[in-house]
């Protein structure tokens, strides 16, 4: 994910910046939508300003209604920088140093925004429009980091999770399941508590247009697929089979790389947290996601991360 940080020098710039993101169409009262009698009642926080509303004498600044309502010690810069480093997968620990705040302020804020940007996908997810698409699904380990462990019965764990077997939600293994377009280069992911063949088979399903022929692995949770209009093909890793040329051409079309090469991505982006809470992971996936499919931080991505409405002649 390419996000310039020459913007954040300076304050206005940031400003300038957050006030196009956050509100597209011009500053505008909260509570009756009018933007054409809006008058300075506080500049002590310049360069934001709080405004009264001509109309309903409603007081509001540029973050009200917003992610990023209630945060008064923050300027633009730094607030640039924390989307910046949720963006690119900073640490917490690491982006609480480099802004000069805790750990514990700023989890709750990131928790917050990484929510938001799920929902986001969520409600604008389509089918993907390729022709041909991949699915996988990998396991994460992620149990309950930061949470109190007073039952002796299940102390916290020093290392990773050593249980065999599929993973589950249940078992501090959650499943991540995705597609991606070989066209297109989209991918679409999603955190599931089974990975099992009516759970894969619908998630395809409902990410794949009727008629795209899907890659995968040897699974045999996939193998019913063309039951539901999705060509299906496979390669047998058990086997060291990773790609295979099925119709003579020379180019070994058959095959699931491009989803291993984005678990691989995956695995680097969760990396630097040390351990993830299972709850929260969704999140971070999400995030992922976002970066991976925009590849640039640019004004409709980060209205996309901040939850805000994208709009209508904007593209990605």
């Known amino acids: 994910?390419?996000?310039?940080?020459?913007?954040?020098?300076?304050?206005?710039?940031?400003?300038?910046?957050?006030?196009?993101?956050?509100?597209?169409?011009?500053?505008?009262?909260?509570?009756?939508?009018?933007?054409?009698?809006?008058?300075?009642?506080?500049?002590?926080?310049?360069?934001?300003?709080?405004?009264?509303?001509?109309?309903?004498?409603?007081?509001?600044?540029?973050f009200t209604g917003t992610p990023f309502a209630g945060i008064r010690r923050r300027s633009c810069g730094e607030l640039l920088l924390i989307l910046r480093g949720i963006a690119k997968g900073t640490s917490t620990k690491e982006l609480a140093r480099e802004v000069g705040c805790s750990?514990?302020?700023?989890?709750?804020?990131?928790?917050?925004?990484?929510?938001?940007?799920?929902?986001?996908?969520?409600?604008?997810?389509?089918?993907?429009?390729?022709?041909?698409?991949?699915?996988?699904?990998?396991?994460?380990n992620a149990g309950a980091k930061g949470e109190r462990h007073d039952d002796p019965e299940?102390?916290?764990?020093?290392?990773?999770?050593?249980?065999?077997g599929q993973g589950t939600f249940d078992n501090d293994r959650p499943p991540v399941a995705g597609v991606v377009g070989r066209q297109s280069g989209e991918a679409h992911l999603e955190v599931i508590e089974h990975a099992d063949k009516e759970t894969l088979e619908e998630l395809?399903?409902?990410?794949?247009?009727?008629?795209?022929?899907?890659?995968?692995?040897?699974?045999?949770?996939?193998?019913?697929?063309?039951?539901r209009g999705r060509p299906h093909a496979s390669v047998n890793h058990s086997q060291r089979e990773y790609a295979r040329d099925d119709d003579g051409d020379g180019f070994c079309e058959v095959h699931d790389n491009t989803m291993e090469g984005l678990w691989t991505g995956l695995r680097n982006f969760l990396r630097p947290f040390r351990g993830l809470n299972k709850y929260f992971l969704s999140g971070y996936v999400a995030i992922f996601e976002w970066s991976y499919n925009f590849k640039v931080a640019t004004d409709d991505a980060l209205r996309l991360l901040l939850g805000r409405p994208r709009l209508a002649t904007a593209s990605s």
């Open 1 to 62: 994910m390419d996000f310039p940080i020459k913007e954040f020098m300076d304050e206005q710039r940031c400003h300038d910046k957050l006030l196009e993101v956050l509100h597209p169409e011009g500053l505008h009262c909260p509570r009756c939508k009018c933007g054409d009698d809006l008058r300075v009642h506080d500049q002590s926080r310049k360069p934001i300003l709080r405004y009264q509303c001509g109309h309903c004498r409603r007081i509001f600044h540029l």
């Open 103 to 140: 750990e514990g302020q700023l989890l709750p804020l990131r928790h917050r925004l990484q929510e938001l940007a799920q929902r986001a996908l969520d409600d604008q997810r389509q089918p993907l429009p390729d022709q041909e698409v991949e699915a996988d699904e990998m396991y994460q």
């Open 154 to 164: 299940e102390p916290p764990r020093c290392r990773g999770n050593k249980r065999r």
């Open 204 to 227: 395809v399903v409902s990410h794949t247009q009727p008629g795209a022929t899907v890659f995968t692995d040897g699974s045999a949770c996939y193998q019913d697929l063309p039951k």
